[in-house]
Nanobody
Framework: QVQLVESGGGLVQAGGSLRLSCAAS????????MGWYRQAPGKERELVGS???????NYADSVKGRFTISRDNAKKTMYLQMSSLKPEDTAIYYC?????????WGQGTQVTVSS
C-alpha cells in the first residue's frame, strides 16, 4: 500500500514558476513508476509526465521544455518543477504511483495560472 500527498500548488501569474511535491509513504517507492497527471475543469484527466524507477522521464508535448520531473528515492518524494506557466496549465495536479498491477493516486493540488 502506498499513500501519496501532493503539495506546492497555488496561484501564480502567467510566466511564473511553481514546484509541486509528491510525498509517498509505504514500501518500495524506488520500484514504482511515478507520474503527474492533471485535470482541468470540464476536461478529462491527462498525463503530464512520468519518471521510471531508473529516472527516465517522459513528458506530454504541451509541457515539454517547461516542466521537469525528478525524484528523490531517499526522501520518497517526486517533484514537478513548472516554469513558463500558461493559463492553460490551470488544473488540479495529481500524483500517481504504479507497480505491476497496482496503482495509487494522491488527492490532488490546485494550480491556477492567471493571465
Amino acid at each position: 500500500q502506498v499513500q501519496l500527498v501532493e503539495s506546492g500548488g497555488g496561484l501564480v501569474q502567467a510566466g511564473g514558476s511553481l514546484r509541486l511535491s509528491c510525498a509517498a509513504s509505504g514500501r518500495f517507492f524506488d520500484a514504482h513508476v511515478m507520474g503527474w497527471y492533471r485535470q482541468a475543469p470540464g476536461k478529462e484527466r491527462e498525463l503530464v509526465g512520468s519518471i521510471t524507477e531508473g529516472s527516465t522521464t517522459n513528458y506530454a508535448d504541451s509541457v515539454k521544455g517547461r516542466f521537469t520531473i525528478s525524484r528523490d528515492n531517499a526522501k520518497k518524494t517526486m517533484y514537478l518543477q513548472m516554469s513558463s506557466l500558461k493559463p492553460e496549465d490551470t488544473a488540479i495536479y495529481y500524483c500517481n504511483a504504479a507497480l505491476n498491477k497496482y496503482t495509487y493516486w494522491g488527492q490532488g493540488t490546485q494550480v491556477t495560472v492567471s493571465s
